[in-house]
């Protein structure tokens, strides 16, 4: 187990560390988080927006005189990564809603990250300037051209200090591969091929080539008419660069092995649940559909998650998972109302702890749920600015289904879904976790004695 890992129930108790967005009602639709995602050493943090944003948090070093506060993130940079676009081929507008981030490892002083948005793929470089050259023989101060016959003497430019200055620029643009709308990048762990995700195909990209991709996944059937899935996620094994995942809409998840075929249409492995046939109802497939994948960090298990369960895959048994998690059974008897408001169609996240021990993912009325490993317990928290005070611990909340209900537990009735976490991160190392709940972030933290 990682330090400071314990058993999830027993030794952590998770504390509101801060609160990122505007207090405001009126919230506008460009303002909610699309995409939250921490780095590979949990020092950044970035989230994207319906708007097209990129918001990147830096974690502050911890301070000597008050060690019992652990660095808190404040915004580092920010910049639109997307605008709106339109497709005049097709008359269709493009969003240019953020729908995944993903972090490169760090190589060398700047950060670099891929976002994309439904059609386009994008890599950014986020670097540091604190100083500036001054000097220059042709140019004046201002930076306008000098008359070459008025330079008498040769100046060697200096660097000199400036206010440090956090500059996004983008590198590479990977556009016009995709017909259909990305779900899902993933950075290959040889850090050189990234691929791409749409419903019915998979794109792998050279990060020094953006003007073609290989296709390795091609699920599109000759007749549309006969199409009975779509891809709805896609992971690259976080070890071995030959082997992806990607999961469907009618529940199953097949793995690849890139050395096989160049086009990866025959799977490695193909991991389904036979379904109980006294459980089949009208909601079966649509609840059935798998709205995220994710390798353990070990590489071992993938995870997966669908309206209802989230479960836990051994990459040697592929007849049913070796874990299911109820994340919220009590909406079994609402799928009729939540279908009617869309609702059911919600594509929740799920992540791992560093040390693959712990299963987060959220619901709704601003609810997330963890799930111990080890211990099989769990506890549904709140991401709410009623407990935002400092150091606040968060209660555990219960939701009681008919007959009596206790003073601190919810109906579920009243809970409220137009609030849903679909959206969180786990630091790599600490527990520390970050949730987006509409257009506010909460970051939590264990509390250390």
């Known amino acids: 187990m990682t330090p400071g890992f314990g058993s999830l129930m027993q030794d952590v108790l998770w504390c509101f560390s801060q609160v990122k967005g505007t207090i405001d009602t009126g919230v506008t639709e460009s303002d909610i988080i699309s995409t939250v995602e921490f780095n590979h050493t949990g ?123 956090v500059e996004a620029t983008p590198r590479r643009v990977f556009a016009n591969a995709h017909t259909y709308h990305i779900n899902s990048i993933s950075v290959n762990s040889d850090y050189e091929t990234y691929m791409s995700a749409d419903d019915l195909r998979i794109n792998l990209w050279n990060f020094e ?33 030959n082997t992806f995942v990607y999961s469907s809409s009618k529940g199953t998840i097949r793995l690849c092995d890139m050395r096989t075929a160049a086009l990866c249409d025959r799977h490695a492995k193909f991991f389904e649940e036979p379904e109980d046939p006294s459980n089949r109802s009208f909601f079966s497939e649509i609840i059935s559909s798998i709205s995220d994948v994710k390798f353990s960090h070990s590489g071992r298990y993938i995870m997966t998650r669908d309206y209802l369960t ?68 769990d506890v549904t928290l709140e991401a709410s600015r009623e407990n935002s005070k400092p150091r606040a611990i968060l209660k555990p909340r219960k939701v009681c289904v008919g007959g009596k209900r206790r003073k601190d537990e919810i109906s579920v009735d009243s809970l409220d879904f137009s609030k849903k976490i679909l959206h969180t991160a786990w630091h790599p190392s600490e527990n520390i976790i970050a949730v987006a709940a509409t257009n506010n972030l909460y970051i939590f933290q264990d509390k250390v004695n």
């Open 209 to 241: 080539i953006t003007n073609q991709s290989f296709n390795i996944v091609d699920i599109k059937p000759a007749n549309m008419e006969e199409l009975t899935e779509v891809i709805t996620a896609a992971e690259f094994h976080p070890h071995h660069c």
């Open 310 to 377: 989230v479960k836990v895959w051994d990459l040697n048994m592929e007849n049913r998972p070796i874990e299911t998690y109820q994340v919220h059974d009590y909406l079994r008897s609402k799928l009729c109302s939540l279908y009617e408001n869309d609702c059911i169609f919600d594509k929740f996240e799920c992540v791992w702890n560093g040390s693959d021990s712990v299963i987060m993912t959220g619901s709704y009325n601003n609810f997330f749920r963890m799930f111990d490993r080890n211990t099989k317990r």
């Open 43 to 165: 020092e950044l943090l970035a989230t994207g927006d319906k708007g097209g944003r990129v918001v990147i948090f830096q974690r502050e070093q911890e301070s000597k005189n008050q060690p019992h506060r652990r660095g808190e993130y404040n915004v580092y940079s920010t910049f639109q990564s997307h605008e709106p676009e339109f497709d005049y081929l097709k008359s269709l507008e493009i969003e240019e809603k953020i729908n995944k981030i993903r972090w490169l490892p760090q190589q060398n002083a700047a950060y670099f990250l891929l976002s994309t948005n439904d059609k386009t793929v994008k890599l950014w470089k986020v670097s540091e300037r604190d100083k500036r050259p001054e000097g220059y023989n042709l140019k004046d101060e201002d930076g306008r051209l000098r008359d070459p016959s008025m330079i008498t003497v040769l100046r060697v430019p200096v660097l000199r200090p400036m206010d440090l200055m």
